[in-house]
Each structure stands twice: as structure tokens, then as C-alpha cells.
């Protein structure tokens, strides 16, 4: 009998709601452990991740019978929710709207795992949104600068 089989690698970014630091690092693992969850219970699996305190990257094997949007909509609205009940931030946490999503094949998944683990020297060279628009330009993504996230100055 046939079968379908995929091998279908996506990294997700976002940020959180206004751009505001709010994940600490002594809360980071527990965030990130909690997301993973969120991943692996939809049956995708989570190859890394990494929570800054003010955006998040994750490279994810995508299982095809779920829509991306959909992934990260239950990422960010249940971790959200986790991190709210558990009073993690001193203020009412929660994402931004709009992520990033782009997709690597199989022999470009260890330099983004190493590139997702590494976020802190990144940022010590170059700002999130500075990341983000390489990313969008990298990949050739069209956009509106208008509809991208708020940025801190």
C-alpha cells in the first residue's frame, strides 16, 4: 500500500508582543521545554530551539497534515497562556502578531541548529531586527514594512 513520505524542515520566529524583554533567563529552559511539548504533541519534531528574552527561534520537522500557521498560532497562544498562569513576566505576557517561517533542506539542518543554539553571540554583533530583514531578504521574502513586528529603538 502506498504512503506519503516527507522531509520537510521550517525555522520559526517571533517576537514578543511590542518587542518587550519579558522572558528572563532563569525562566528561559522552562519556556522552552514547555514549547517543545507544544511540537511534539502536535506530532512535528522540535530540533531546536532557542527563547531570547524578546523573540523566539525554533527549527521544526514538519508533519504535513498540519498547516504551519496553525503550529505557530498553538505554539504562542498556549505558551501564552502557560506563561500568564504561572505569572513567569512582572506584566501580562503575549506574542506579536506574524512569524517567520523558511525552510532548509537536510544538509543545511546542522548549521541552523548550531545558528538557533548560538543566539546570544548573534545579538551581540547584530539586533534582532537587523536578524529578521536578513532573513526576509535571504530568502527573498516581499514584504511590507508596515506589517512587519514593532521594533524597539
Known sequence: MPN???QLYIQLV????????????????????????????????LLSIYRMPDHCHLLVGLEPKFAISDLV???????SKWINENRMTPYRFSWQEGYGGFSYGKSQVD???NYILNQPLHHQKRTFKEEYLGFLKKFEVEYDGRYLFDWLE
Open 73 to 79: 498560532r498553538d505554539i504562542k497562544a498556549n505558551s
Open 4 to 6: 506519503t513520505y516527507t
Open 14 to 45: 517571533f517576537a514578543v508582543k511590542n518587542r518587550e524583554s519579558l522572558v528572563r533567563s532563569d525562566i528561559r529552559k522552562s519556556v522552552e521545554k514547555y514549547m517543545t511539548g507544544i511540537v511534539q504533541n502536535k506530532g512535528h519534531k
Open 111 to 113: 548549521d541552523v541548529i
